[in-house]
């Protein structure tokens, strides 16, 4: 089993940045592919950057895709999330997430908001 932590989260203006970490528990991080997803308010949770267990493969939803950048250490078991030029409408609850075949993980959340 894994147990994420995400951190990071916070109140920032339009065009600001901010830096998402999720800890990873346990031994198996560096054989999961890792993601990011969000949630704003009123909306289902949506698919935001996701790397590969080895961190050669990258893929962003084109709503963050030249902004946010997803990268690992696997060596830290930790995933992070570049996120600039932020906008209001990047403002939602960012969730980390693991995933191996049938095996997915979620970590609690961390809420960012973007004021104009």
């Known amino acids: 089993q894994v147990q994420l932590v995400e951190s990071g989260g916070g109140v920032v203006q339009a065009g600001g940045s901010l830096r998402l970490s999720c800890a990873a528990s346990g031994r198996t991080f560096g054989t999961y592919a890792m993601g990011w997803f969000r949630q704003a308010p009123g909306k289902e949770r949506e698919f935001v950057a996701t790397?590969?267990?080895?961190?050669?493969?990258?893929y962003y939803a084109d709503s963050v895709k030249g902004r946010f950048t997803i990268s690992r250490d696997n060596a830290k078991s930790t995933v992070w999330l570049q996120m600039n030029s932020l906008k209001p409408e990047d403002t939602a609850v960012y969730y980390c997430?693991?995933?191996?075949?049938?095996?997915?993980?979620w970590g609690q959340g961390t809420q960012v908001t973007v004021s104009s």
């Open positions: 790397i590969s267990w080895g961190g050669s493969y990258t």
């Open positions: 997430n693991a995933g191996r075949g049938r095996y997915n993980y």
